[in-house]
């Protein structure tokens, strides 16, 4: 490594995309299911609307708005809606918008990390982009174990960790329902995370909220060191738009609004989130069907034999065969077209399409037939 970079980047991997296998279907007969975005595209009127928006209201040699105004109200409004908030309870000085929520991520490390000592705690396993995004600026990672069947927070020794960390934990990372492993955070993890002190900065990262349904965007009005995470990329079928945000205390939005990029989300992306937000009705209308094809498949996964599959608050499932490895198991799939996620020694299968759900269910059986 060259002698002006520095010699740590060296030791860890990028978060790396899955090729398609070279001996495998062609592009246009695999059904992706490894990347939990919405199996169905934009309605096509949709599409129209937002082509009429980049052609009639968009100037190309503008730059965006920088402040993201109308889309921050549009997101606060529908916040209180879908949290059974009362008017005016949240605004838009309670939204940080970010290109995707990785950005919002690393401005949060940024704000609570960089520049001193801090580090931050994972429960592992989870999404990794958090460990990446803090090895990238330097800041250490104090990782604590699920319980390997639940998958549940060990309250205790996650108390021990933090307590014993060499470098003081400034902020902890939790998924609701958690990547890859579909499950919520229980009635105890909550408890845990609302006695944190407030010199700790707790994330709880609600990309799949339309799925789960369960919310802890109250706790923004009544803690300061609370912070709800979402996305557009799930549920709004926007992922091909990057466009995530952020819900907290406005002294924190205050912050994040220093630390970002100016203009850090496009004109087009802003313009096909205030459209999402507006045709919300009609595009979370698709939320029941997602969860009933989840609970067929899994219920169909439950019978294979050799296979172990995990119950879901999310628009995915988590897997792990028994008598072959994940990794045999993920390989075969792929050559059949089906893409999974590898990860954390087991497969998560994104929730398809009813044809694309059922094609994952034939070659799973023949996989695992293969011995």
Known sequence: MVSFLRPDLAEFAAYRVQPPAADGPPSNSVDVLDTNECPYDLPAELKAKLAWSYQQEIAANRYPDGGHGGLKSAIADYVIESADLGKGTIGPEHISVGNGSD?????????????????????????????ILAQTLGIPVVTVPRDP???AVDE??????I??????????????????????????????????????????DEAYFEFSQHTTVADVLTRPNWVVTRTFSKAFRLAAHRVGYGIAPPTLTQVLEKVRLP???????????????????ELLAIIPEL??????????????????????????LYARPTAISPEILFTRLRHQGTHVR?????LRITIGTPEENSRTLDHLRQALAEG
Do not use: K
């Not at 520049?115 to 982009?129: C, D, H, N, Q, W």
């Not at 850090?264 to 999402?276: D, K, T, V, Y």
């Not at 498949?297 to 995990?310: N, Y």
């Open 103 to 131: 950005e919002l991520i690393r401005s949060l490390l940024i704000a609570t990390c960089g520049g001193r000592e801090g580090a931050i705690l994972v429960a592992s396993p989870t999404f990794s982009m958090y460990g």
């Open 163 to 204: 307590a014993t960390s060499p470098v003081p934990v400034r902020m902890v990372f939790m998924v609701h329902p958690n990547s890859p492993t579909a499950n919520a955070l229980t009635p105890g993890e909550l408890d845990w995370l609302h006695q944190l002190p407030t010199n700790i900065l707790v994330v709880v």
């Open 156 to 161: 205790e020794g996650v108390a021990a960790a």
């Open 149 to 151: 069947i639940t998958f």
């Open 342 to 346: 590898h990860i954390s020694g087991g």
């Open 263 to 281: 203009y850090n989300l496009p004109s087009f992306s802003q313009a096909a989130a205030r459209l999402a937000l507006a045709h919300r009705q």
């Open 291 to 316: 969860l009933a094809q989840r609970q067929h498949l899994q219920a169909a996964l439950a019978t294979l034999e050799d296979f172990i599959v995990w119950p879901s608050a999310a628009n995915f």
